[in-house]
RNA sequence: GGGUAGGUGGCAGAGUGGCUAAAUGCACGAGCCUGUAAAGCUCGCGACUAACGUCUACGAAGGUUCGAAUCCUUCCCUGCCCA
């Protein structure tokens, strides 16, 4: 795993870092716009590349059930199958043992598990919302899985709790999560002494890759890392199972560091306080990625603390339901006040909507739920996130970090 | 001219004596969304009030009744059919 910090921060722990890969080199702090289903949604390769997108994230769990991992194999892996040749990093569907409790929707106060799914310390028993049909994951499958897409940075299955959540309970999703952590890496470990991946990326045409290093030297997938695997730190929020947790992860020992089980419900102060507390015991050689965060203020904050990676459904799903994310703060576009603006969603931005396009023609566009309105704002929102992200590297590659944040914030005044 | 069906909130459309400021849908307005079961969800939507609440409302006027959008009388209007 090659990791190389390139800057750090005069006053904050932020820093501009680049990350390699078998798809290519990433820059961070870096942004990952969300694919869940192989795409992200309304935007193509093309758009997204042009906004600046270094990497993507898909979702195993979505992939398994459809297409299934055995046709995206046949298509020649995920890169092949939707034809994005810079890395992927994929999420095991840790995430989704949260998000598909039944109870997660109806009640706040809940701590256990319910109906659509079962965990057990052997894995998760699924009912897909799609089919009904019943899946068992592993963390041994869901690796394998991982390989069979060619992804680049494989995260674990993991148990992602609610909050609030009880002590106990989690503690014990804290200690599966580990465990699981353990036997993914276990399994990634047995494959690759199998050469398993390896003949797969090359059946996918990974013979053809190049990376290059710093000294420009080409990269072949026998010199480089083919694929990564990611720990996840869990513990809710009670900082000595946050701390037992990351003892043993990094004891474990992973190419990177994942701070999961964030923004999911707890307020903002909770946030920050694990995020920092996570950090000041994570090896500072590794990427560090902070899992679904988050808001532009949310980003900016943990970078200063020295997180590397976010990803974040965010601009895209608030652009399709007709919030933009601006310079000048989160602006609900779809609302009356933009009736006559005939101006741009944002001065400042050059993305092709903010050149082409008025708040008022988008608002109508959404009036008359015209696609091509969920798309504009999808793009724009995309942009906005990755032009933040290039400013954030620029502002601390020149050690301004401090100002730009300052600025940011000044002019970034609702939320 | 004769017959017939009907006139309900911005629109469509329920409701045929009290539980009705009036179902439901649309439109409109606002809020929400953090490793995507999400082009989604929630709330509001007669007027006045910060609110308790008060007032005005189911074509119009009058009447029956403790009580009417709902029953009766007259009038006005609209659709359709026949001449």
């Not at 399994?187 to 797969?200: C, D, H, I, M, S």
Request: proline fraction near 4%; charge should be neutral; charged fraction near 25%.
């Amino acid at each position: 795993m090659k990791f190389t910090i390139k800057q750090n921060d005069k006053d904050s722990n932020a820093r501009v870092s680049e990350l390699d890969t078998l798809h290519g080199k990433i820059e961070t702090p870096c942004f990952m716009p969300v694919g869940t289903q192989a795409t992200v949604r309304t935007l193509s390769n093309r758009e997204l590349v042009e906004a600046g997108a270094q990497i993507i994230l898909g979702n195993t769990y979505h992939l398994y059930i459809r297409p299934g991992i055995d046709l995206i194999e046949k298509a020649g892996g995920l890169h092949k199958f939707m034809n994005w040749n810079k890395p992927i990093l994929t999420d095991s569907g840790g995430y989704q043992v949260f998000s598909l409790q039944e109870s997660s929707y109806r009640r706040k106060d809940y701590v256990t598990p319910a109906p659509m799914q079962k965990i057990s310390d052997e894995g998760v028993k699924f009912k897909a919302p799609i089919d009904g049909r019943e899946y068992f994951f592993t963390p041994e499958e869901i690796i394998k899985a991982q390989v069979g897409l060619g992804s680049d940075i494989m995260m674990p299955l993991d148990e992602c709790v609610k909050y609030p959540c009880e002590y106990d309970y989690a503690k014990k999703a804290m200690l599966r999560s580990v465990d699981w952590a353990r036997r993914s890496k276990e399994e990634f470990n047995r494959l690759q002494a199998t050469g398993y991946p390896v003949k797969l990326l090359r059946a996918n045409g990974a013979s053809k890759l190049q990376v290059k290093d710093k000294s420009n030297q080409i990269l072949k997938p026998e010199t480089c890392d083919l694929q990564l695997v990611f720990g996840i730190i869990q513990g809710s929020t009670y900082l000595d199972l946050r701390e037992e947790c990351l003892n043993k992860i990094v004891d474990i020992g992973f190419d990177g560091y994942a701070v999961g089980g964030l923004s999911v419900g707890e307020p903002k102060e909770e946030l920050l306080r694990i995020a920092s507390y996570s950090l000041e015991h994570l090896p500072r050689d590794k990427p560090r990625y902070m899992m679904g965060v988050g808001t532009p203020l949310d980003i900016i904050d943990a970078v200063s603390l020295g997180y590397d990676m976010f990803d974040c459904i965010i601009p895209t799903r608030h652009g399709r339901n007709g919030t933009a994310y601006t310079w000048d703060g989160k602006k609900v576009i779809k609302n009356a006040e933009f009736k006559e603006d005939f101006s741009p969603i944002d001065e400042n931005c050059n993305c092709y909507v903010c050149k082409t396009y008025s708040r008022a023609y988008i608002r109508h566009l959404f009036n008359t739920r015209e696609i091509l309105g969920l798309k504009l704002l999808s793009l724009h929102n995309i942009h906005f996130y990755l032009q933040l992200m290039a400013q954030i590297r620029k502002a601390i590659k020149k050690n301004r970090f401090s100002d730009f944040k300052e600025t940011f914030i000044e002019k970034y005044n609702n939320e």
